[in-house]
C-alpha cells in the first residue's frame, strides 16, 4: 500500500489483504478485499484490532448490484493494526493474507496512517 500527500509518494507499507484474495466483492462472507476507490469515512480507536479506518464500502452501485442478486454485500471494511489482546504474536499475521476482507498492517504502521490520512481521504484499492 502506498501513501501519497497529492501526487507524491510518502510512504509504502506491505499489508495483509483478505483471505479470499483482492478482486471485485460481490458478496458479504467471501473474505475478499474489494477493488475500487473509497473514502475514508470513520475511524474506531476501540476496534477489536489496533485502530481502524473505515472505508466507504460498498458504494450506492454496489450496494444496488448486490440486492439486485439478492445478497448482502458485505461492509466493515478497515485498514486497522493487529488484533488487540494477549497472546498475540505479530510474526504470525506478517506476510500473508488473513483478514475478512480488511486491509492490515503492522501496530505502529496503523499509528502512522491514523495520523497522516485525514476522514474523506481517497482509498483507491487495485490489483
Known sequence: MTLYVGDRAVRTYRVSLGAGGLGPKTREGDRLT??????????????????????????SAQLA????????????????GLPNGA???????????WTDGCIAVTDSEI???????PDGAAVRIIA
Open 34 to 59: 474489494p477493488e475500487g476507490e473509497y473514502p475514508i469515512t470513520g475511524r474506531n480507536s476501540r476496534s477489536r484490532f489496533h485502530r481502524a479506518l473505515r472505508i466507504g464500502y460498498p458504494t
Open 111 to 117: 499509528d502512522e496512517i491514523w495520523r497522516l490520512v
Open 65 to 80: 448490484d448486490a440486492h439486485a442478486r439478492g445478497v448482502s454485500p458485505g461492509g466493515d471494511i478497515m485498514i486497522h
Open 87 to 97: 497472546g498475540v504474536v505479530p510474526a504470525l499475521f506478517k506476510g500473508r493474507d
